[in-house]
């Protein structure tokens, strides 16, 4: 199985201020057609998961462009440019591409 | 728009067998590339996936669970289903269906408990 870890495993952050979210993987995401297959994902408080990123750096539809995604192969990162009150909840990395398909253990973020 | 709902009992007794539906809009499960994951989330812990169902009917299980598990679908009810055999009180969640696409459906918690 492919291991997803994430680091930090909570944040807190000063309104206005940037914060930045590590996903490492045990294995390359690499996928026969180039694309890293790894998503990023916000679980707000009482609510499901919603897509943030996909594909390592698209952005859902919707998502506000404070959010940002990067890296390649086993090394991923979720950039908030600035953090907004809305952006308390669990941030979590996915990976697709094999089964069993994996999460990361989350990253809490609140605002300080 | 894509929708996708959970549904099933809130509480099931230990060794039962649970079945959970998901029930899905704007999207054919019949278009390739298609396909809806079941996942789970114990009460504080971390998500953990269970099966997917792929549009030509490829089944995929969580090796860890595979022998209780079965997905299906009900192509003409625009539906998933996932059974889970021999319920046990570590099976307590929130189970969750998505898109593969990254849609997720509203979960539901499931208590397992005599």
């Known amino acids: 199985d492919i291991v997803l870890t994430q680091s930090p495993l909570s944040l807190s952050v000063t309104l206005g201020e940037p914060a930045s979210i590590s996903c490492r993987s045990s294995?390359?995401?690499?996928?026969?057609?180039?694309?890293?297959?790894l998503d990023w994902y916000l679980q707000k408080p009482g609510q499901s998961p919603q897509l943030l990123i996909y594909l390592v750096s698209n952005r859902a539809s919707g998502v506000p462009d404070r959010f940002s995604g990067s890296g390649s192969g086993t090394d991923f990162t979720l950039t908030i440019t600035r953090v907004e009150a809305e952006d308390v909840g669990v941030y979590f990395c996915?990976?697709?591409?094999?089964?069993?398909?994996?999460f990361g253990p989350g990253t809490r973020l609140e605002i300080k | 728009q894509i929708t996708l709902r959970a549904s099933g009992p809130a509480l099931v007794k230990p060794t039962q067998t649970l079945t959970l539906t998901c029930t899905f809009s704007g999207f054919s499960l019949n278009t390739p590339g298609a396909g809806v994951n079941w996942i789970r989330q114990p009460p504080g812990k971390a998500l953990e996936w269970l099966a997917l169902l792929y549009w030509d009917d490829d089944k995929r299980y969580n090796p860890s669970l595979k022998s209780r598990l079965t997905i299906t679908r009900d192509t003409s009810e625009n539906q998933v289903v996932l059974t889970m055999t021999d319920m046990d009180p570590v099976d307590t969640a929130t189970y969750y269906c998505?898109?593969?696409?990254?849609?997720w459906g509203q979960g539901t918690l499931v208590t397992v408990s005599s």
């Open positions: 996915m990976q697709s591409l094999q089964t069993p398909i994996t």
């Open positions: 998505q898109h593969r696409a990254g849609y």
């Open positions: 294995q390359s995401l690499v996928h026969r057609n180039g694309y890293n297959s």
